[in-house]
């Protein structure tokens, strides 16, 4: 049992006002977000992006320790691989951009990835890697705070050449992190396990849906199971 990570005796509630994820004793898996919204557009992309983050460590935390190997494809990144690109990705997006000299064409994708999360162990168990998803919401966010306004109303070039407002890319950060938080999701379907959202919004009626194949209409319909 030690090495399933999930919270014990999960209760699933609805999402609280500010980020947060739940615990079954009634704690939160982070502090929720305090944001003096004086600050500026920025400090919705704050907020937003802190958001989306307690949602893929829900996620991760309801995939039990021993189940990280599961990939669902030989080719597809297994949950640690999965759950290290998010943690190096949001370091990568959200440093650059806070760099005043900041620029996404000056290096590849892979150099921007070493250069602003390279410190990171080669090897890590999910249970650091779990760690590490929750201390680096942290780190991302003082990165975020530390410059005012006139830095993120800032032009920055993207890796295509094009250019955005630095602000935007903390919101493209956020993005991210839904589209592989919902990876997440689909890879705790595919072993059998009911996702964290789900078992928030539907608690004790959340539960794996029979999907039944009708094959002379190549159609399907999703069958709640009786329980």
Same mark, same amino acid.
């Given at each position: ?94 440093? !650059? +951009?806070?760099? %005043?000299?900041?620029?996404? =064409? @000056? ?5 921007? #990835? ?90 004790? !009626? +959340?539960?794996? %849906?029979?999907?039944?194949? =009708? @094959? ?5 319909? #999703? ?5």
């Amino acid at each position: 049992t030690s090495t399933d990570h999930r919270q014990a005796g999960w209760s699933p509630v609805a999402r609280p006002a500010h980020p947060g994820v739940s615990c079954g004793d009634g704690t939160l898996a982070c502090e929720p977000t305090e944001i003096d919204m004086s600050d500026g557009v920025h400090a919705d992309a704050i907020e937003a992006f802190a958001y989306a983050r307690m949602g893929t460590i829900g996620e991760a935390k309801n995939i039990p320790a021993e189940r990280w190997d599961f990939r669902p494809h030989a080719n597809a990144k297994s949950v640690s691989e999965l759950v290290r690109h998010i943690i190096e990705a949001s370091l990568m997006l959200i440093g !650059e +951009a806070a760099d %005043p000299e900041g620029d996404f =064409t @000056r290096r590849s994708p892979a150099d921007h #990835m070493s250069h602003h999360a390279g410190d990171m162990p080669e090897a890590m168990s999910p249970g650091e890697l779990l760690e590490t998803l929750e201390s680096s919401l942290e780190t991302c966010k003082e990165r975020m705070r530390a410059l005012g306004e006139d830095h993120w109303s800032g032009d920055i070039k993207r890796f295509d050449g094009e250019t955005w407002k630095r602000v935007t890319y903390l919101f493209y950060a956020g993005a991210h992190e839904y589209y592989h938080c919902g990876q997440l999701a689909t890879y705790a379907r595919s072993m059998g396990l009911v996702p964290a959202l789900t078992q928030q919004i539907h608690g004790d !009626e +959340a539960s794996m %849906p029979t999907v039944r194949i =009708t @094959r002379a209409t190549s159609s399907s319909t #999703m069958v709640k199971p009786s329980v």
